[in-house]
Every structure is written in structure tokens, then in C-alpha cells.
């Protein structure tokens, strides 16, 4: 304070910086007189002095604030000291340690256990005691970030420049390296002290069974099904073993800082034991209680029965079955009475208190049990002393019932039992009762038989009384079938034949069924007692209804209508009259007809009655008919997203309708049809109906949905407007049609509408008409890009419908071009190069713009085939220059494959013929040197890292040199050196030419093309890009078939290679095509072609100056090959011709000389024709025969880099000759 005033005395004493600045003391403080009373070395010495003064103030007072910081900064270590110690003292308490007078540690922390799903837990567990400790640390260090801080307080601000500012005491301390040390280990102490309190807690785990018994016993569940006494002493005692184990359990322990408590886990896990120990004692006091009745009463009723003492000769021998019973049943009466005494003896063991009317009735048990015993022995003494007067009551009672039957027996053959006049419903009654009463007497004689056994007597055969019983049977049935049979035919001959609603009631077949089962019954009684009158009566009975049975029968047939009834009516002259509702007649009955004598007319009316069942017959088949199509519908799906619907299946309709159109006509062909023929008559005409309504919608639905998509397309539309319009109408009908079936698609309702075949025939003639004008438009299409012709109409259409956007027609563009995947568009849509499936892309000498084909997709394809050929030669002549200046290895990678290929073909033919021309040895030598060293410089790049399309170029290059290789070296070997030897002709040769004028290429390269020639054939070579793929490995049999279809091609014949299958006669006709650079089509016969789809293929072939390979060309049928002579020969005579056009099959066609026709054969296969003469002479044949395998393998593998491909293709070939034996 004295400094802070001694500063503030010199700050006022001060006018301003300027005096104190003021050295000399020229300025003077204002207000008072310079130099008054004192010289000016006196100012200036005071002056001076208070200056130095001054600043010694400020200085002191500087530093002042820098002394109230180093307080604080002193302030804030003790802090700090304060909080480290404290943190060590918690990490002391944790540490456990035990001096030598020391007991055993109590712990810090008290963490209970208890048993979860998946182990033993603590409460609190190891997280939540970390977090509290941590929480502890950490409020430490709070309280000195609460501490007061001087460098904070408001009487200090003023020696501090703005706001003061100090030490975070809390980011120090957390910072420092011993607290965090600190906190480390009270971190690892508490982890490892739980980590051994899980490892000593494991003792506990054999108290889980308890655990997990008290969590899933249930009581009523143990008591829902019967427990033994067995059962229940193990479960009681399993609880009394657990109970003592939980008193043995150790309740706590000490591990490290943990104080664990185990007591509460034992007293949760006591009341379990305790609990469930009481429960089962309960339920087996219940048991011991219930059981012990239920014994008491069984045996105290079974004394009763043995106290009884009977004197009837039944009721003794039920008491003596009895008591057997109750002898066999002592052993288990005895057993029940000790199982009680178990139950409550165990009870007693638990020292469960049982209840004192409960041990009476336990104590009445045991002596019912001992006088059970008794009264068995009572019963066996009572039994013994009356057997004998009981057997003879037995012998009396048998005598006795043995006379009666003998009496009933005589008694069944006189009075009325055998009087044939008596009344049959009476007799047959009486009998009833007289047999109902043998049986029972039969059943007597059964107990007799028992009884005897039982006293160990002699056993009657009562044969007397079975006897008795088949005779009263025997006279009963023949009564009673009797009465029976009068009281039916009376019934069949009197009800009324017709119901009231006109309909037969009367069942025949009923009837003749029962007749003749009282026919059988009266036979079989007849031959037992032939001489017995009232079978007799039966029988004649039964004869008198036979003569009128016939006449029943017609009369009850129920195919009889109203106009037969008035025939028969009329025939027998009887008058019938009408009901009330005059629908029918009144009720008559066969036995009001006998009065009208229809017997005597029965031929008629059984004449009447057959023609009656043929015409129900017919009526019934029509009715069968028209109820199998009850519920046939027609099945209708959502097609597509069209709005509308097609017909899903037709073949159950179908099915139907051929049964039931044949039974219709054959139906009208019976002489009984008469009745029913305008009925007939409607059924067939529906029927017919519905088949031609039926053959013209799915023909209709075929055809409108292979052009409903078509002319979905605007483009299509546009181009066809007509036949659009005719396709909107026929749309319309059909959406009409189908909506209408949908909404009822029962079969005969749809078919019994006469307008909806009419529409669907107009319809389907509308389609036919479109279909004429689409294939003509296809056909102009077709004229205008001759590459169509090998599409189908399908495919066509898809190209077709896609004029506003020419990228859409790029899935298409494989179908037309050999060797072109899509096309390169730039951002104005115009084609500025071609990309093979490879990849590959070849640029475009000029732009093609789609846009100014203004739609027609043709139009800018005739462009792009254009652009291709002319791209390609183009390419090809700046591939020839740059051969020149540009290094082999280098070249062959900046080139596209095709190019390289026939490029290095052109300078390979110009070096041999160089070469050859010498006439020297040496020069062909050293060309085959040449031609080694480069193949090797090849192979070295294949074998390096290359990118798949170069890879791609090179093996294809690879084949070639190896070729021209083994050419050059034959060349050597035979010592061939002049260039017109047919060693060297007979090489496929190429040669960049002027097309007019020098040969050497002098006049410009814009007027040059590459020549390919063999022998005396001369081909230019065709510039169709063929992508970057790979060439045919050239064998001597390849060489042979080039020869082969070079002459033909040469005398513009065909190409026929023909041999077994797998010895490579289309790969090789087609590898020419490419060797020549034209496009091939390879076209798989087959026995259903037909000449118009050839004349389609050989239009494309002509107007596009393409290749077609016709592969098994012998499977076409004769008669088609007949014609396709004559077709083949019309090309090949206007190519001889040199006609730009030509008229072919009803189309006038331009004609490019470049075409040609090959095809494949292999002879003496199954269904194989023979070539009909004319055509044999339109074609050039090879035989092809099982190809070189080791020369193939040992080229390709030299392509893919292998410098040892002759011994590797050696051991492939080998090794796979092996496998196909096997």
C-alpha cells in the first residue's frame, strides 16, 4: 500500500510525460515562475531527481503484480500437493496390506453377489465402483478449483493489465504424470480385485441348481400330475440335502478391497428350499389323508360282501366268485393299507404334525385291514359247509329247465304254427314271443354250464336247448317273411304309381331286388322242410306276384312322361282322369290297371316303356352336358401394363368341346331323338359356336399380342398410319371383348353371343390385313439395309420403333455388324467411332449424324456400313505407313487387332516375294529368320504386362507368325525360291495395291486396297470390322480347305466342306471370312425350314454382299433342297453376269458380287438327305477330316507367352487321348 501511494503522489506531482521527459529543464510546470528563487542547475538537478524517482515507483509497482502471481503461482502448487496426497491416501486404502500384529483385512467396498442368466453379478459391480471413485477424484480436484484465488480478487485488479489471469489448477493436476499415475492404479486395483472375486465367486456355482429350480418349480404344475410316494420321498429329501448344504455355505470374504457378501445370496435362496419342503409336505399330508380314506372305505366294502351268508343257489354262487375275487385281491388290499402307514410314517420323519382325526382314521385302516384278513377265512369255512346242498339246488334246476324245452319244441308243430290258412301277422307275433323267451332260457342253461364248472362238476352240452332255439328261429322266419312279403306286394300293387308331381314313385329295382331275396328265402326253406305247407303257401305267394312282376316293372319305369302315359292310357282303353291342377293324371295303381286288362296288351306297352328309357337316355346325356359346364369359365390375367386382359387357358374348354360337339352330332343320328331334337338342335348350334368363337379368339389374341407392343410405338405409328389406325380399332374390339368376359366369363354365355363372333371375325380379318402390310413394310426396310434380312420381324420392330433416340438401337447393332458392339456418340448424338465387344474402338473417318436420317433408322445404318468399310480402309492405309517408320513391338500395340493382322500379312507376303524374287536361297533363309526373330520379339511381349486388349491383338498375331513362320521354313526346307512356284501360291497372300495404275502404291494411298490371292483366285479384301478377336489356327488341312473355297469363290460356285462333327468346317469357313474381311452368318438347319424362309436368307445374302455358312445343310428336307437349287443357282448366274440388280423370289434386288453361299454336311448321320444333283453342281466339295491336336495346342499356347508350347502340347494331348478312352 505504502509504494501504491508513494506511486499515486508522483503521478499528481507529474504535469505530463513531456516534463518527465524534460532533461534539461527549458519547460517549466505550469503556474509557477522559471528561475524564481532558484538557479536552473538546481531545476535541473531536481528535475532529474524526480524523473528517476518516478520511474523507480512505477517500476516497484510493476512489480507488485508480478509478486501477487508468483503468491497464487505459489498457492496453486500446495493445491496441487494437497490433491496428489489425497489421491495417494484413497490408493493407500485401496492397497491391502497387514502388519504383523495386524487381523485380517475387513475391505473397503461391501459388494453383495447374486445369480444371473449368465454368471454371477455384484452389487455394486466393477463399472459403478470406478465411477464412484472416479467421481470422488474428481471432487477433489473441485474443491481446488473452488479454492479463493488472490490473483482473482478485486483489491489486486488494479496491478494487473485488463483481466486477470492465472493457473486452471484442475487441467494441471489432471495433466501431472503422478495423479494420473495415481488414478491408474485405483483403476487396476479395484479392476483386479473383481476380476479374483469373479474367480472366487465360482464356488458359488454349485448353488445355481437351487437358484434355477426356485426361478422355474412351479407347484401347480407339480401337482398337475399324480406323484408317487417314491417320487415325493426323493423331492423331499433332495430339498432337506439342499437346505443343508445352504447352512454350510461361507457368507462372506475378503478379496483385496472387496468385502464379498455371500449372506444374502444364501437367504435369498433359503426360502426356496424352505418354501417348496413345506409345500410337498402339504401335499403329501393331502395325499396320506385322501388315500387313507379311500383305503378305508375299499376295505371296509369288501367285509361287507364277505360278511354276507346266502342261501339262493345264484346268490350263492355270486358270493363265491366274490370271494375268489377278493383272495386274488388281498396282496393288493394289503399293499394300499402299508402304503398308507409309508406316507405317514414319513411324515412323521419330516416332523410334520398330523392331525388327530386324521390318526383315527389311520388306526381304523389298520385294523380294517387285519379284519379283512378274517373275514376271508370266514367266507372260505361258510362256502365249504354249504357246497354240497347248493350242487344239489344246481342238479334240480337243470332237470327242470331241460323238460320245459322239450315241451317247446313239440309245441312248434301244431295248431296254427303249420296251418298254411292261419293268419300270418298273428302267428308270426306269437313265435316272436316264444323264441324271445327260448333265448332266454338258452342263457340260463349258459349260467348252469358256469356253475358247474365252478363246483367242479361234470358240465351239461344242453344240446337240447340250442337245438330248441334253431327251430323256434327256423318256423319265426318263415312267418314272418310271410307276412312280410304279402303285406309288400300288396303295397306295390295298391300305393299310387305316380307322386304328385307326375313322377314314377314306385322303385323297380327295389321291388326286384326284395322279390328275389324272398325267392332265395323261400327256396332255402323249402329245402329244408319240403313237405311243410306253409312254405308252400310262401312260394305261391311268391309265384302270383312273378306273373304280374313283368308288367310292374315297365309300368314303374321312371323314364315314362305324360305322352306315354296317354299312349298307354289310350292302348288298354282306360279312363284316367285329371288331377285338380290338370298337370297330370290321378292316382292310379298297377292293381286299378289289372281291371283294364293291361295284361293282355303288355307287348305295347313294353314297347312304349323301352322307347321311353332310350329318350330319357338322350335326355340325360343332354343334361350331363349342360351340367359339366356349369362353373367352366374362362380363365382372364392382367396382361402386362395394357389395361386390359388375355384369355389365360382354354385346354379344359377345348376338351369339352370335342367330347360333347361328337356325342351332339351322334346324338342326332338315334331314331328315338324325335322328342328332343329342337333341343339337340339348339345344344349342337351353341356348341358350334362356341368352337368357332373359340378357334377365331385365339387367333385373334396370338396376333394382337404380337402387334399390340409393336404399335405401341409412336415410331411405328408414324411410319405405318394406316395399318395403325386398322390396329386401334381391332384394340378397341379386343379391350371391349375381354372387359365384357371378365365381367362374366361363364363358357356358354360367352358363346351363346352370335355378335362377339362376328366381331372377333372382322377382327381377326383386319389383323390378317395389318400383318400383310407389316411384312411389306418390313420387306422395304429390309430393301433399303439388306443386314436385316438376317433379323426376324421381332427384332426388326425393336430397331424400328427406336427412331428418336439412335443410342436405344445399340443392343441391335451385333445382330447386323460382325464385329461392331455399339457405336460412339458424341454429345450432338453423332457417331464418331465404332467399339468392339472387346472393347476395342476404332474412330470414324466422318461423322454419321442419325438426326438427318430424320427417323429412318435404315437410312443411317446404310451409313454406318458405309462409314465402316471406308473407317477400316482408312485405318488400314495409315496402319501400312507407320509399319514402315515405326518399330515391330511398338506398332503391333498401337493398332487396332484387325489391322495389325493384315497389315503384317501384307508386308509378310511383300518380304517372301522380296525375298524369292532374288532367286536366292540365302534371301529365304534369311527371311525365315526374319520371321523367327519377330514371332520371338511376339512372344516376349506376351509375356509381359500387357492390357487385356493388347493381349487380345497379340495372340491372334501370335497365330498368324507362327503360320508364316512354318510357311517361310518350308519355303527353306523344299528350297523353293521363285515367286510363281505353287508352294507359294497356294498361300492365302495379300497385297496393298492400287486399285488403278501403279502396283508399287505411287499415285496416292487414297486409291489403294488390299488384294488377298491364292493360286490363280483374286479377292479384295472386304474392310467389315471384325472386332479384336481371335484367328483360326492354320493347320495343312485349314490350307487345303482355303484352297477349296478360294477356287469356288474364284469361279463363283458355293463352298461344301462336309466330314464328322468336330473336325472344324464351319470354324474354318468362317475364319476365311475373316482372313477376307467379310461378314459371316451362320445358319443352323433343320427339317423344318421351308423355302420361303431360305428365299429371306438368300435376299440378305444378295443385296448385302455377305457370307452365309449353312451348318448341317443335309438335314433340310428334299424337297425344300429342290428348290433351294434353284435359288442358289439365280444368285450365282447373276454374279457370273455382273447384273447390279436381279429380280429373286417377287422382289427386285440390287446385287454386291462379294456374297457367297457355303455349307456344311455330315454325311452318313440319321436324317441326313442326299443332295439332289443340280445343287451337288452348284458346290465346291472338301473333305475335312480330325484336325492336327498337337499342332493346335502347341500354337495357342504359344500365343499365351509359353516358350516350351511343343513339349506342353504334347503331354495335353496325351493326357486328354487318355481321358476319352476310358
Not at 318256423?475 to 308331381?501: A, H
Not at 305261391?540 to 314303374?556: G, N, S, W
Not at 464418331?832 to 470414324?844: A, D, H, K, N
Amino acid at each position: 500500500r505504502d509504494v501504491q501511494k508513494q506511486a499515486q503522489l508522483y503521478q499528481e506531482s507529474v504535469r505530463d510525460q513531456a516534463e518527465l521527459d524534460d532533461t534539461n529543464g527549458i519547460e517549466l510546470v505550469q503556474g509557477r515562475a522559471a528561475g524564481r528563487g532558484r538557479s536552473m542547475i538546481a531545476v535541473k538537478r531536481e528535475k532529474l531527481e524526480r524523473a528517476q524517482n518516478f520511474a523507480r515507483v512505477m517500476k516497484e509497482l510493476t512489480m507488485l503484480g508480478r509478486f501477487i502471481r508468483l503468491a497464487d503461482y505459489l498457492f496453486v502448487e500446495g493445491m496441487i500437493e494437497c490433491v496428489t496426497d489425497s489421491a495417494n491416501q484413497t490408493l493407500a486404502m485401496l492397497v491391502p496390506h497387514k502388519g504383523a500384529g495386524d487381523k485380517q483385512s475387513k475391505g473397503v467396498f461391501l459388494t453383495t453377489i447374486s445369480f444371473a442368466a449368465n454368471g454371477i453379478q455384484f452389487t455394486p459391480d466393477c463399472e459403478s465402483v470406478l465411477e464412484e471413485l472416479n467421481v470422488a477424484l474428481e471432487g477433489i480436484i473441485s474443491v481446488a478449483q473452488q479454492a479463493p484465488r488472490i490473483v482473482f480478487m478485486r483489491a489486486f485488479a488494479p496491478y494487473f493489465d485488463g483481466k486477470p489471469s492465472g493457473l486452471n489448477p484442475p487441467s494441471i493436476i489432471r495433466a501431472t504424470q503422478m495423479f494420473q499415475d495415481v488414478r491408474s492404479h485405483v483403476n487396476t486395483n479395484i479392476t483386479e480385485a473383481y476380476k479374483d472375486a469373479q474367480e472366487y465367486v465360482k464356488i458359488f456355482e454349485d448353488y445355481r441348481k437351487i437358484y434355477n429350480f426356485g426361478r422355474t418349480w412351479s407347484f401347480e404344475e407339480y401337482t398337475s400330475k399324480p406323484k408317487t410316494l417314491r417320487e415325493i420321498r426323493r423331492d423331499m429329501y433332495k430339498q432337506r440335502e439342499w437346505r443343508n448344504e445352504l447352512d454350510r455355505m461361507k457368507i462372506s470374504h475378503v478379496v483385496g478391497c472387496l468385502f464379498i457378501d455371500s449372506k444374502t445370496l444364501r437367504n435369498d435362496l433359503l426360502p426356496t428350499t424352505t418354501n417348496t419342503l413345506d409345500m410337498i409336505k402339504a401335499l403329501l399330508m393331502d395325499m396320506s389323508r385322501d388315500t387313507c380314506l379311500e383305503v378305508l372305505e375299499d376295505i371296509q366294502r369288501r367285509v361287507s360282501m364277505l360278511k354276507q351268508r346266502p342261501v339262493v343257489l345264484d346268490e350263492f354262487m355270486a358270493y363265491q366268485v366274490m370271494h375268489q375275487e377278493q383272495v386274488d385281491d388281498k396282496k393288493k388290499v394289503l399293499a394300499s393299507a402299508s402304503g398308507v402307514d409309508d406316507m405317514y410314517d414319513m411324515l412323521a420323519a419330516y416332523e410334520h404334525k398330523v392331525k388327530a382325526e386324521e390318526s383315527i382314521k389311520h388306526d381304523e385302516c389298520r385294523d380294517a385291514a387285519l379284519n379283512f384278513v378274517q373275514e376271508l377265512t370266514n367266507g372260505k369255512e361258510f362256502i365249504a359247509d354249504n357246497k354240497n346242498s347248493q350242487m344239489e339246488a344246481l342238479q334240480s334246476n337243470i332237470a327242470s329247465i331241460t323238460q320245459e324245452l322239450q315241451e317247446i319244441t313239440s309245441s312248434l308243430y301244431q295248431g296254427d304254427n303249420v296251418n298254411p290258412d292261419a293268419d300270418p301277422e298273428a302267428t308270426a307275433a306269437d313265435l316272436e314271443q316264444l323264441l324271445q323267451h327260448v333265448r332266454e332260457l338258452r342263457a340260463a342253461c349258459d349260467t348252469f354250464r358256469d356253475y358247474q364248472r365252478l363246483f367242479e362238476m361234470e358240465e351239461d352240452s344242453f344240446e337240447v336247448a340250442a337245438q330248441t332255439e334253431q327251430e323256434t328261429e327256423s318256423r319265426f322266419q318263415l312267418w314272418n317273411s310271410l307276412n312280410e312279403f304279402m303285406e309288400k306286394s300288396q303295397e306295390w300293387t295298391e300305393s299310387p304309381i305316380l307322386d304328385e308331381d307326375n313322377n314314377v314313385e314306385l322303385s323297380i329295382d327295389q321291388v326286384r331286388s326284395e322279390v328275389e331275396d324272398y325267392a332265395l328265402r323261400a327256396y332255402t326253406m323249402g329245402k329244408k322242410n319240403p313237405d311243410d305247407p306253409v312254405v308252400s303257401r310262401f312260394k305261391d305267394c311268391i309265384d302270383d306276384f312273378k306273373q304280374i312282376m313283368p308288367m310292374v316293372e315297365e309300368l314303374a319305369n321312371p323314364a315314362l312322361k305324360k305322352r306315354h302315359w296317354d299312349e298307354i292310357f289310350r292302348i288298354i282303353e282306360a279312363d284316367i282322369p285329371m288331377n285338380e291342377a290338370n298337370t297330370g293324371y290321378s292316382s292310379f295303381s298297377v292293381r286299378m290297371l289289372l281291371q283294364y286288362s293291361v295284361l293282355d296288351t303288355f307287348d305295347q306297352i313294353q314297347a312304349i316303356s323301352g322307347m321311353a328309357s332310350k329318350e330319357n337316355s338322350l335326355e340325360g346325356i343332354l343334361d350331363k352336358m349342360a351340367k359339366d359346364w356349369e362353373g367352366v369359365q374362362f380363365i382372364v390375367l392382367e396382361y402386362k401394363d395394357t389395361g386390359t386382359y388375355i384369355m389365360a387357358g382354354s385346354d379344359e374348354v377345348q376338351a369339352l368341346l370335342d367330347d360333347q360337339i361328337v356325342k351332339a352330332q351322334s346324338m342326332r343320328a338315334s331314331p328315338f331323338i324325335k322328342p328332343l331334337e329342337e333341343r339337340a338342335l339348339k345344344w349342337e348350334d351353341l356348341l358350334v359356336s362356341l368352337q368357332d368363337l373359340l378357334d377365331n379368339w385365339l387367333a385373334c389374341q396370338a396376333t394382337w399380342q404380337y402387334l399390340e407392343p409393336i404399335f405401341s410405338s409412336p415410331d411405328i405409328l408414324k411410319q405405318m398410319p394406316v395399318e395403325g389406325e386398322k390396329f386401334q380399332i381391332v384394340d378397341q374390339a379386343w379391350r371391349d371383348l375381354m372387359e365384357a368376359v371378365s365381367a362374366n366369363p361363364a363358357a356358354l354365355a360367352v358363346g351363346a353371343d352370335k355378335e362377339r363372333l362376328s366381331s372377333l371375325q372382322d377382327c381377326n380379318q383386319m389383323l390378317e390385313e395389318i400383318q400383310k402390310g407389316l411384312s411389306a413394310y418390313l420387306e422395304l426396310k429390309r430393301i433399303a439395309f439388306p443386314r436385316f434380312f438376317f433379323l426376324s420381324n421381332d427384332e426388326m420392330l425393336e430397331i424400328l420403333s427406336e427412331t428418336k433416340d439412335p443410342t436405344r438401337v445399340q443392343p441391335h447393332l451385333k445382330k447386323c455388324f460382325e464385329g461392331i458392339d455399339k457405336l460412339h456418340f458424341d454429345d450432338n448424338l453423332e457417331i464418331t467411332g465404332m467399339i468392339s465387344v472387346e472393347s476395342e474402338l476404332v474412330p470414324m473417318k466422318r461423322h454419321i449424324k442419325p438426326a438427318d436420317a430424320k427417323g429412318s433408322v435404315e437410312k443411317w445404318l446404310v451409313q454406318v456400313e458405309a462409314g465402316m468399310v471406308e473407317s477400316v480402309r482408312d485405318v488400314c492405309c495409315h496402319g501400312v505407313e507407320a509399319y514402315a517408320r515405326t518399330p515391330r513391338p511398338q506398332w503391333v500395340l498401337q493398332w487396332p487387332g484387325q489391322v495389325v493382322l493384315v497389315v503384317t500379312a501384307v508386308y509378310w507376303t511383300r518380304g517372301v516375294e522380296k525375298a524369292l524374287a532374288t532367286q536366292m536361297k540365302e534371301a529365304v533363309k534369311d527371311e525365315a529368320q526374319s520371321s523367327n526373330a519377330q514371332l520371338t520379339d511376339i512372344i516376349n511381349l506376351v509375356r509381359g504386362n500387357l492390357s487385356k486388349l493388347n493381349r487380345a491383338t497379340l495372340a491372334a498375331l501370335v497365330v498368324m507368325d507362327v503360320h508364316a513362320r512354318d510357311v517361310v521354313q518350308d519355303l527353306v526346307d523344299n528350297e523353293v525360291s521363285d515367286p510363281s512356284s505353287f508352294a507359294w501360291l497356294s498361300q492365302l497372300r495379300m497385297y496393298w495395291e492400287a486399285t488403278h495404275g501403279d502396283k508399287d502404291g505411287k499415285d496416292g494411298d487414297k486409291d489403294f486396297t488390299v488384294m488377298v490371292r491364292m493360286m490363280s483366285a483374286q479377292v479384295e479384301y472386304g474392310y467389315e470390322y471384325l472386332g479384336n478377336s481371335m484367328r483360326l489356327v492354320v493347320t495343312p488341312l485349314t490350307d487345303r480347305c482355303y484352297r477349296t473355297l478360294m477356287g469356288a469363290i474364284h469361279l463363283n460356285l458355293g463352298g461344301a466342306p462336309e466330314g464328322p462333327a468336330g473336325t472344324g468346317k464351319t470354324e474354318t469357313t468362317k475364319d476365311l471370312a475373316k482372313a477376307l474381311a467379310r461378314q459371316c452368318v451362320v445358319f443352323n438347319c433343320s427339317d423344318t425350314l421351308d423355302y420361303l424362309t431360305m428365299a429371306k436368307f438368300f435376299k440378305g445374302l444378295a443385296s448385302s454382299g455377305s457370307w452365309a455358312c449353312f451348318d448341317e445343310f443335309n438335314r433340310i428336307d428334299l424337297e425344300v433342297l429342290s428348290v433351294v437349287a434353284q435359288q442358289v443357282h439365280e444368285i450365282q448366274t447373276a454374279m457370273r453376269s455382273k447384273q447390279p440388280r436381279f429380280f429373286f423370289e417377287g422382289s427386285d434386288l440390287p446385287i454386291r458380287h462379294t456374297c457367297n453361299v457355303f455349307i456344311t454336311m455330315n454325311p452318313g448321320y440319321a436324317g441326313r438327305s442326299e443332295l439332289p444333283d443340280n445343287l451337288k453342281a452348284l458346290f465346291r466339295t472338301v473333305a475335312m477330316m480330325v484336325p492336327d491336336y498337337a499342332l493346335i495346342s502347341e500354337i495357342m499356347l504359344y500365343s499365351n507367352g509359353y516358350l516350351k508350347a511343343r513339349e506342353c502340347a504334347r503331354k495335353i494331348v496325351a493326357t486328354y487321348k487318355l481321358c476319352s478312352e476310358q
